[in-house]
């Protein structure tokens, strides 16, 4: 039986953190803990049931390593929109929150080849025209990304850290290759490390006043 912190559901919410810097490099992560979190992972809602998730662990050092590298080419790459408008956002990228990330992710991007175990999700698609329009894009993310984020979460109350990054996806063919993932019907949808925390105690991240972004029967 996996050992859980015994958190509540509102404090697995609420405290369920990108952790970069407090990974345990050296502690390994039983199979028996990951498969407990995909238990509760695959009972995330998908459209029409499809259940079109696949969970791709890479524990071996050497293609970690590989992964780690793409990963890191993918971060310099950078991401474009193609758009000269500004980037929506509610964070100040002149703010001390921000630095702390970016010092945070610099960190990671230093040691994550150390970490025991990296998941890619992915999802499955007849062919990827299928993401050409919103409603093909919502239906199919909604197929992978709420279990994915229901993995995290269980992973929060098994006392593991993880981290929802998509750095990696520039060089998305050439981490299917690596990882002999089918490109043309098998989607990459984010990478995240897996690793017990160092310390279990997390609380609320800074974010903006919900009351400025809702809306009731019109924008």
């Known amino acids: 039986m996996t050992t859980t912190l015994g958190l509540s559901a509102d404090e697995v919410l609420t405290t369920t953190r990108s952790v970069r810097k407090r990974l345990d490099l050296e502690r390994p992560v039983p199979r028996e803990v990951i498969e407990d979190c995909l ?3 695959v009972q995330a809602p998908t459209g029409r049931n499809r259940q079109q998730w696949d969970f791709v662990f890479v524990e071996e050092p050497d293609r970690k390593a590989a992964v780690a590298d793409l990963w890191r080419r993918g971060l310099v790459a950078g991401h474009s929109s193609g758009s000269s408008a500004p980037l929506p956002t509610r964070m100040s990228f002149a703010s001390q929150e921000w630095h702390r ?6 960190h990671l991007a230093r040691h994550l080849h150390e970490v025991p175990v990296l998941l890619i999700p992915c999802l499955r698609v ?9 409603r093909g894009q ?3 993310w909604g197929s992978v990304l709420p279990a994915f984020w229901s993995f995290m979460l269980a992973a929060r109350e098994r006392g593991l850290g993880t981290a929802w990054t998509t750095a990696h996806l520039t060089y998305e063919r050439e981490m299917a290759e690596l990882l002999d993932i089918p490109f043309d019907t098998v989607v990459q949808a984010a990478l995240t490390p ?3 925390t160092v310390g279990t105690t997390f609380k609320p991240g800074p974010r903006a006043d919900h009351r400025g972004f809702v809306h009731w029967d019109q924008w």
Do not use: F, H, K, T
Not at 126 to 134: A, V
């Open 126 to 134: 007849d062919d990827r025209s299928s993401l050409d329009s919103i």
């Open 39 to 41: 238990r509760v992972a």
């Open 194 to 196: 897996v690793a017990y």
């Open 138 to 140: 919502a239906g199919n």
């Open 101 to 106: 990330i970016a010092d945070s992710l610099d």
